[in-house]
Structure formats: structure tokens, C-alpha cells
């Protein structure tokens, strides 16, 4: 049997990750296996790292997502992968990969990954998490800054020249492909458990 295969997306800082883990917490680690497609950014190492920093990573095109389809492919048929690794301090790909495997359920993660046909084929269950647009931005500014080495006016430039505009021109319309939406992220108490109720008895099969 194939693995079951549920999309997690919305607007960056919307709570994704709080509702991967639930779904992880909730079927087990050695069930689930998470695949983000921030790891498939380009690599764009033949530009300066000011050039780098100046692209548009918030529209589809800055991501490989063809390799990502591939990837998925391989997994529903039981083959493990070698998943790319990004640093996002110097907006690069780094030449190691890691080890993904072929579990009972895999997890696709990401902002845009209903704007690509290929990709949400591949997906049984369409989660949007949807959260409004001053708490995301507080949670991106915090991570930027924590988890990637950004200055605060870098985040904010940022934050108005692409990440709001490619949010409203690609990610919120991608909205209307979702099968569950959830708001107010992964604070929506019963929301969640509805979702884990319904990914139970997908994997339970």
C-alpha cells in the first residue's frame, strides 16, 4: 500500500510547523516522514551572496520543484531519497543531502506547493493553515532573526518587496485547492482534531 501523503501549506509564519508536529505527534515518528520545500530552493551559487539575498524567493519559480514531484514519486513507491539541504543565512544549497525514507505517511510542507498541478496530484490530504497577516509576520520576523542570521530591517525589506505581494498573488488564491482549512493555525483546538481524525483513519488502512 502506498503511503498516505498530506500537504501542509499556507502563508509563511502562518503555524505550519505546529501542525506537522501535531500530525507527527499524533501517528508517531517512525510513521511520518516530512518533506519542506524550502529545501528545494535553486542554488544560485553562481551569484554574489548580495545578488543572492536580492532574489525573489517567495515566487514558485525560486523553487525546484520538478526534483521535489521526482522525490515524491520515489517515496510512494516505497524507495527512500537523498533530500537537499539549504542554508538560508547564505542563500545557497549545500552539496549534502539527507536521508528521507519511505514511511507510512509523508508530510509535504510549504507555502506554494498547491500552485504546482504535478505536486498536490500527488497528495491524499490538502491542508491550508490559515492565520492573519500581522501575527505571520511577527512569527517570520522572530525566526528570520533567531533561526537565520537576518537583521531586522533585511526581514522587513523583504517582507514588503516580495513575501506580501507573491502571499496575495500565489499562496492566498491556493487556498481554494485545499481540502481542510484551519484557522487561527495550530491553536484551533478542534480543528486539529478533526484533521488527526480523519489522517487516523487514512493510515489506519
Known amino acids: ?105 509523508i508530510i509535504v510542507e510549504g507555502i506554494l506547493i498547491y500552485t504546482d498541478a504535478a505536486l498536490r496530484a500527488l497528495m491524499d490530504v490538502k491542508v491550508f493553515v490559515d492565520t492573519d497577516d500581522d501575527t505571520r509576520f511577527i512569527r517570520r520576523l522572530q525566526r528570520d532573526i533567531t533561526e537565520r542570521g537576518r537583521t531586522v530591517q533585511s526581514v522587513i525589506d523583504q517582507y514588503l518587496a516580495t513575501v506580501k505581494p507573491m502571499h496575495l498573488e500565489f499562496v492566498e488564491p491556493s487556498k481554494r485547492y485545499a481540502d481542510i482549512i484551519v484557522p487561527q493555525g495550530g491553536h484551533n483546538a478542534v480543528a486539529i482534531d478533526m484533521l488527526l481524525t480523519l489522517i487516523r483513519g487514512l493510515t489506519s488502512g
Do not use: C, W
Not at 30 to 59: G, P
Not at 65 to 82: C, K, Q, W
Open 1 to 105: 500500500m502506498p503511503p498516505i501523503v498530506i500537504g501542509v501549506a499556507g502563508g509563511s509564519g502562518s503555524g505550519k510547523t505546529t501542525v506537522v508536529r501535531r500530525i507527527v505527534d499524533a501517528l508517531g515518528d517512525r510513521q511520518v516522514s516530512v518533506l519542506e520545500h524550502d529545501r528545494y530552493y535553486r542554488d544560485r551559487n553562481d551569484l554574489r551572496l548580495e545578488e543572492r539575498a536580492a532574489l525573489n524567493y517567495d515566487h514558485p519559480d525560486s523553487l525546484e520543484t520538478d526534483l521535489m514531484v521526482r522525490h515524491l514519486h520515489e517515496l510512494r513507491a516505497g524507495s527512500p531519497i537523498e533530500a537537499p539541504l539549504y542554508d538560508f543565512a547564505r542563500y545557497v544549497r549545500h552539496a549534502a543531502t539527507e536521508p528521507v525514507a519511505a514511511r507510512r505517511a
